[in-house]
Structure formats: C-alpha cells, structure tokens
C-alpha cells in the first residue's frame, strides 16, 4: 500500500520534473537568477539601502499581486486592497499588543480578518464591475474613519505599538522580514501566475470578457469572483499582518483611502495583465519617489502631498496611453527569453462523452409560465424532448421563444410550472447545475471571449466536467490538475472536430467569421457533454450554402443521443433537421407536428400571415 | 423631546447638503452609469477657491466677509466648480465609456479626487479653516443660537436647510419643466436613442456634471461656517451623498434627496441621542451608514446593477 503509494509519487515527480526541464527556459534562468541575488540584498550593506523600507515595500508588492488577481484576472475595479491591508494590520497589532500572539499566528489571523471583510463587502462581485469599485470605495473611507474614531482599537495618534516578535523562529529583524516578504512575493506571484493559467484563470478571464455567456457554459460567477477577491484579500491581510511588526507602530494614518489607490496604481502602471505587472509598478512606484522626494524638497512641497499628486497623475498618464502598463510593453523582449512555447504542441482529440450516461434523460417542461410586470411572456408552455431527436421552437417575434429558453435553462426563473432533466425536477437548480446535470444551451448572440482562442473558448464549457478545477489544486498544479488539463484539451478539440472547426483551434477568436463563432459557441456547449442540447438562432445570418454544413453538424449530435431543442427563423434549417416543429404564438404552444402538418394549420397562418382579410 | 427637536433641526440641515450630493450622484448615475468618486472634491475644490479668494490662505474670522466680495469670491468658486465637473466628463469620463473601460473611469475620477485633494492640501496647509460668514446670523437670538420648544438651535440650520431644499425642489422643476431638462430625461432613460434623435448627449451630460457640483456647493458654502472646514470636507460630503444615492439604489433625484435628509437626521440621533444608559456616540456617527449601505448593496442590489449578468 505504503510501497505502492510512493512509487506513484515517484513516477510523478519524476514527470512533473521533467515537464519542468522541457518548460525551462532562460527566462526561467534569470528569474531564479533575479530572487537569488534579491535575497543577498540585505547582507551587501548596501550604502543608502535601508533594509527595512525594502521589506517593506515587498510586503507592498504583496498585496499588490494579489490586487493584480482582482483587477487583471477578474477584471474588478478595487478601490480597497490598502483597507484589507489595514484590517490584518490592525488584527494581527491588536492580538500581538494585547493577548500576546506569536508573530506568524497573528499575521494569518490577519488574513482571515481581511477574507472576513472581503466576504461581507463581497457579494458585490455579483453586479456589474463598476458597483466593486463603489463597494470597494466606501470599504477603504469606512476602515480609515472607523480607526480614526475609534482610538481604543487604533492606539489614536501615536498608534498602537507592537512588540518585538520572533518570525520563523528567528528575531524579527529587517532582514529576516525581506526574506520572509521576498519569499511570500514569490510563493504568491508563481501561484497566481499558475491559477491563472490553468482552470481557474479561464473561468475567470471568459467571466471579464462575456458574463452571460460564460455563465450559460456553467461557470459560476459569484463563486470564483468572490473566490478571486478573498485570496486578494487574504494576501493583503497577511502582507499587513507581518508588516506592522516591521514598523513597530500601527498608524491609522498610513492607511488612508489614499493608499488602496495607490496599490491600484501600482497595478495598472506595472501592468495588470501580467502576474509580475503589480510588483514591478510597486518598484517604479518607489524608484519615483525617490526622484520625486528631493525635487519637492527643491520645490520646497509637502512631501505627503507630492507623492499624492505624482501618483494621481502618473495613473492619468498611463490611462491616456491606452492603459497596458509596463510589463505588456516589455512582452516582446520577454517573450524573446522564453522557449518557442510548448502550445505548438496539439492535443489529440478524445475523450468526450456526448449524449445519454445510461438514464432516460429527456427533457420535460410542465406549464411554464413567466410574466415582466403586466406583459405575460409565456403563457403556461408544455414541452417534451425526447432523446436523439431534434425538435424546433418557432414563432414570430416576442412570442417568448427565448423566454422559455431562458426558463429551460434556469436564467430566469418561472412564475409557474415546472422544468424535468429526466425524473429529476430542475426547479432549484441554478444554471451551472443544469449544464453539470446535462442540459447545455447556446445563446442567440454573437458574443465571443475576444481574448481567447477557439479552443480556450471551448475549454470555458468544460468547467462543469472538470472536477480538480479549483484554485488551490491549480496553485499547486497538482497530478490530477493537470492530468485533467491534458483530457479537457482532447475533449475540447473533439467538441470542435464535432462542428468542423478543429482546424481552427489555436485561432483567436477576433479572427473567427461570425458563422465560425456560433459554431465555437455551440463546441463550447458540448464539450459540457450535455444530453440535452437548447440552440438559439444557430442559422441567423448564415448563407444558403452554410445551411447544409449546419444541418450535417446538428444530426451529426443528435446521432450521438443528444435531444436537441432548435429555436430558430430559418425554415430551411428546420425542414432539414428538425422532426417535429412546435409553434408559439403569444406565449402559448399553439400548434405541434411535422413541419408540413403544423404549416397547413390555420393558427400558424393567421399568426406568421395575420388573418386573411380580402 | 428637546434634544429630539435639536437632532432633527440640526440633522435636516446637515441632511439638506448631504441630500443635494446624493442628488448630484444619482443623475450623474443616471446619466452615464458610472460613479463620480471626484465629485465630493471637485465641489471641495470649489470651496476652497472661494475661501482662497475671499480670504487667502491665512486663518481668518467669522465676521471678515463683506458682502460685495464675498459674492465675487462664490462666483469664481462657481465657475471653477463647474469647470472642473465639466473637464472631469469630458477628458476622464467620457473617453473611457465611450471605450467600455469600467477601470478607466474608475482609477481616472478617483485620481482626480486624490490630486484635488493634494492641491487643496498642498495650499491649506493648517488642519483646519474656519470659512467667513456673509450672513449675520451671530446677530439672531443669543450669538447665533435661538431656542425652538426649549431646544437651542443654529439659527444657519434653518437657512441651510431652506436653501437646500429650494436647490433640490427647483432643480427637480427644471428637470421636468424645462427642455433641457426633458432632454436630461430622455438621455437618461435611453442615451443611444437621445443621440439619434439629435440631442447633444455629451454636451448636455458634460454640463449636468458641472451643474451639479454647482448646486451641492451653494449648499455646502451655506453650511460652512458652521464647521471648521479641510481637505477632507468636500471628500466626506460626497462619501455622504454617495451613501445617500446608494440607500435608495441610485432611484430618483428626489428620493435621492430624501435619504440625503434621512442621512443627516440619523446621523445627528447617531451622535447625541441615547436610550436610557445605552448610547452610540458620535464615534459611531460616520462608520454606521456606510457600514450598513455597504451590506446593503452586497445583500440586496438593484435589478439594473445585476443586469451585466445576461
């Protein structure tokens, strides 16, 4: 067992060290090369370098990684990251001043008192990225007032001092905290770079890009936004929680609402894009302070002041210029230190599981029924798919064909009625739950993840299947991560070689037709392996000469099991496809057959044609 | 019931500046759809150019203001506000949603706030001003102070809040009387449909950036030599009114007003009323409001703030 056990650990080390030799490259080398002398730093005695401002500013450099994963990855404005700093600094002061905590304790209490506040102020995350900021906003005025008012918890004026302290069992020196910031700055920098290379970062990248369309695929907003914005937090926490012992003395006024934007300056002057974007602006922060500190002594300014308006002004500048930040300027002579990447590499198709796993699993839906305000969109409609059939949706304009879609699909939820994947009543399922259940859809628009490749777009609707998809195992980039990783790349080129397009895989998404990009929409919704299959408007906009491919793609997956549910205007599509045709009109199914039965019926004339009046 | 009386009539006039920024937030949100983070100190900014011409930058006495100058001073600080409140939409707001960059407009008004901040703090440099009074309202009742039901009352909080409440009721006439204003309207409801029907919609979103901070800051200067005044006074003003517009989920101006009254009213009862031995204290004053919008837009949003959603 125990022999069995480390001989797998064994193989796996040994593979992921050789995946590391083959990802090695000279960028690798001059950034073990970079951290190595960093770390001698302190022990140079440097003359003018104050070992304690460094560890300092790497504390900084910290939080402001973190901040990167908020603002880079999940592209949510945070106004806050200096607050969060404030609340570890101040927790972890407080327990280490008062009840006499150890250093280490205290500094992750810290952390867990900043996720404690990122998780209240959180559920904005939910609403559009502007109300982060307002949220955001208000939290960092709130933590400064409150220490500014309540004295008892901030020590007033003088501030609350902190004791001398251990850290890893040594003196809490300045040049043990570089070390430790430094090695945090690391940990924290290679962990992020890898969440935001593997599952994690595509959630969240397809989340900034298109919210609807990513949410339809089953990835799950709240969840990994809030996700992204806790471990920000966390890392500010932690990085306040040790810095304060660093400075002996926690001063309310450090902390002002002025210093979270300066950590959102930081970010967007390095780059926000780049995992190491945020740290190198904390540099460029500091290496412009120390121009800017005797020039205003030369100026004869308030040094607090100038800093201010140096920062505020340097973010004008960079936005003006487009906003990209240094590190995505430098990225073509980085790019030259790296090996030719590995991406060349294609995975080979395979391993998707379309269609039925064994249970009967059509889709029923009883009396639905949704009404806006006084206009009733759906009027109690009954429906029924069964599996390896395709049956089409049609009717006029607000007839409520997308509203049922969206009702199917938990989008929205029915004011009646009910929605069965199988025996199994949908009612309380959200919609990542129905795509893991089997019951994929495909939105009417052209939206697209304009940042990425088909086949990352495609890879976006495996979330659902993946099941070692979190952030801490793509942190650790753990055997299983990545075993999946490689499957869900199969599957996604096989869920593109469905619909024609796996020629395309590493084409950017930009580059892509339109037609092209309803078809890496509906790639995406297989690679969920759904048994239900809900198009919308799949032929809008498509040639003549399309229509057949269309038509070939479409019973090529209802061949594999899938009941497939088209709702769509072009008849030439549903004659060539579709077996059965129901018709709404006001809300209401009022007509169900062949296309040619439900074509004579007088109701479907009178509503496409209008009544006859001669 | 006389420190009741006090906390209401103190509380409507600071809830009448409080409620003219909320209304100044909610028409800029409607408007744009973004959040002005500079609009507490481009008003502050107003502020302090009206104090620098009224009186320099050197401490000066309630009663230094004459009249004559005292209005030459307000008009500049007029003009400077709505400048800037202009300037801020057009070179920062307007470039970055015409974009779709949410992070521009957010890092580039909260720049603009923090540098406003830094001037006003790099030319004031004292940790607080006492803004001259035009009005001599020292001369009613007892120094200033007159006694309503046995409560003591600043004779200036019954002035502030007239005068606030004129502001909001005229502007909310303007807004659905005037043409300008049913162009406001028809910009806010729908501002592709507005531009395609011919209404200059950056023109007149540029100047109800402008406007607004005019308003909030007659109000303010009303309210000034009340306080000592800062750096901070125009920032916290529009924190408060940001608070304000938020309660009510950024609904109509009015109501916007309204919770602006609200806010002031709860905050003065915050500070000075207590239940027996229980009490909150003015500690409490500032954090609880914000403490509580903030969870109130995390647990409870408006339907258009989740509409990115689908």
């Known amino acids: ?614 | 019931m006389t420190i009741g009386l006090q906390v209401l009539i103190s509380g409507l006039a600071a809830g009448g500046v409080y409620g003219l920024f909320a209304a100044g937030h909610t028409l800029m949100y409607r408007l744009t759809g973004i959040v002005n983070f500079a609009f507490g100190d481009l008003v502050g900014l107003g502020i302090f150019a009206t104090l620098l011409v009224l009186a320099g930058t050197a401490p000066v006495t309630q009663a230094g203001a004459h009249e004559p100058r005292f209005l030459g001073a307000l008009i500049v600080g007029l003009v400077l506000c709505v400048a800037a409140g202009v300037a801020t939409y057009v070179g920062i707001v307007q470039p970055y949603l015409s974009r779709g960059s949410t992070i521009g407009w957010v890092a580039g008004t909260a720049a603009v706030a923090f540098a406003i901040r830094a001037v006003i703090g790099a030319t004031f440099q004292r940790s607080s001003y006492v803004f001259p009074d035009p009005l001599p309202f020292h001369r009613v009742g007892h120094d200033g102070f007159i006694r309503v039901g046995g409560a003591q009352v600043q004779a200036r909080a019954f002035f502030v809040f007239g005068l606030a409440l004129a502001l909001a009721l005229g502007s909310a006439w303007l807004l659905e009387r005037t043409r300008f204003g049913r162009a406001l309207r028809a910009v806010a409801d729908d501002s592709e449909g507005a531009r395609v029907v011919g209404v200059p919609v950056d023109l007149l979103v540029a100047l109800a950036f402008g406007l607004v901070g005019a308003l909030a800051m007659i109000a303010a200067i009303a309210a000034a030599p009340g306080e000592a005044v800062n750096a901070n006074t125009g920032t916290l003003l529009g924190l408060k009114g940001l608070v304000a517009a938020l309660a009510v989920r950024f609904g109509p101006p009015l109501r916007a007003f309204a919770a602006g009254l609200v806010l002031g009213v709860l905050e003065a009862a915050i500070a000075n009323v207590h239940l027996g031995s229980w009490q909150l204290g003015p500690s409490y004053r500032e954090v609880l409001p914000i403490a509580f919008v903030l969870l109130l837009i995390a647990v409870w949003p408006s339907r258009e703030a989740l509409e990115a959603r689908e």
Request: aromatic share 4%; proline share 5%.
């Open chain 1, 1 to 614: 067992m125990t022999a069995a056990a480390l001989a797998r650990t064994g193989t796996e080390l040994r593979r992921a060290f050789a995946e590391a030799r083959s990802g090695w490259s000279t960028g690798a080398w001059i950034a073990v090369a970079v951290v190595a002398l960093a770390a001698l730093v302190p022990f140079l005695s440097l003359p003018g370098v104050r070992t304690d401002a460094l560890a300092n500013t790497l504390y900084l450099a910290v939080a402001a990684t973190g901040l990167g994963l908020t603002v880079g990855a999940a592209g949510l404005p945070s106004l806050g990251q200096g607050a969060f700093l404030a609340v570890g600094a101040f927790t972890s002061a407080l327990l280490m001043a008062r009840e006499g905590w150890p250093l280490e304790p205290a500094a992750l209490a810290g952390g867990a008192a900043a996720i404690v506040a990122a998780l209240l102020s959180g559920g904005v995350v939910r609403l559009r990225p502007a109300f982060v900021a307002v949220s955001t906003w208000l939290l960092a005025w709130l933590v400064w007032l409150f220490l500014l008012a309540f004295p008892s918890v901030s020590g007033g004026s003088q501030g609350l001092i902190v004791p001398e302290k251990n850290l890893l069992g040594l003196s809490a020196t300045p040049t043990v905290h570089f070390e430790v910031a430094l090695g945090l700055l690391v940990l924290s920098a290679v962990g992020i770079a890898a969440v935001r290379r593997g599952a994690p970062g595509l959630e969240l990248s397809a989340l900034r890009q298109a919210p609807p369309l990513a949410t339809s695929l089953g990835v799950r907003l709240g969840r990994r936004r809030l996700g992204a914005f806790a471990a920000s937090a966390f890392l500010a926490g932690l990085a306040g929680g040790l810095s304060v012992q660093l400075s002996a003395v926690a001063d309310p006024s450090a902390y002002d609402p002025f210093f979270s934007f300066k950590l959102l300056v930081a970010v967007l002057l390095g780059g926000a894009a780049a995992t190491l974007g945020p740290a190198v602006g904390i540099a460029a922060l500091g290496l412009i302070g120390l121009v800017a500190d005797p020039l205003a002594r030369l100026l004869q300014l308030p040094l607090e002041r100038f800093d201010t308006a140096v920062a505020a002004i340097l973010l004008l500048f960079v936005l003006a210029l487009g906003g990209a930040g240094i590190v995505p300027w430098l990225e073509p002579w980085i790019a030259r230190l790296r090996r030719p990447e590995a991406r060349a590499r294609r995975a080979r198709a395979g391993g998707l599981a379309v269609g039925p796993m064994g249970n009967d699993a059509a889709l029923r839906a009883e009396g639905l029924r949704k009404a806006f305000g006084g206009v009733v969109a759906l009027d109690g409609l009954s429906l029924e798919l069964t599996r390896g059939e395709t049956a089409a949706l049609v009717g006029p304009n607000g007839s409520g064909k997308t509203t049922a879609l969206r009702l199917l699909s938990g989008t929205e939820r029915p004011d009646a009625g009910r929605v069965l994947l199988g025996e199994r009543d949908l009612a309380d399922e959200p919609t990542h739950e129905r795509v893991r259940l089997g019951l994929a859809r495909t939105l009417q628009t052209t939206v697209a993840f304009p940042e990425l490749t088909a086949l990352e777009s495609v890879l976006v609707g495996r979330t659902v299947r993946r099941r070692h998809g979190g952030a801490i195992k793509a942190a650790l980039a753990t055997p299983q991560a990545r075993e999946e990783q490689r499957t869900a790349e199969a599957a996604g080129v096989e869920a593109l070689a469905l619909v024609g397009l796996d020629g395309q895989a590493e084409t950017p998404v930009p580059e892509l037709t339109s037609s092209q990009r309803r078809l890496v929409a509906l790639a995406g919704a297989l690679a969920s392996e759904p048994q239900v299959l809900l198009v919308d408007e799949l032929a809008a906009g498509a040639g003549a000469d399309e229509l057949d491919r269309l038509a070939e793609i479409v019973e090529r997956i209802r061949g594999s099991g899938v009941a497939i549910l088209l709702v769509e205007h072009n008849l030439r599509l549903i004659r060539l496809v579709a077996g059965r045709v129901i018709v709404l009109d006001a809300g209401r199914a009022v007509a169900e057959g062949s296309l040619t039965e439900v074509a004579e019926s007088d109701v479907v004339r009178s509503s496409y044609l209008g009544a006859r009046r001669l």
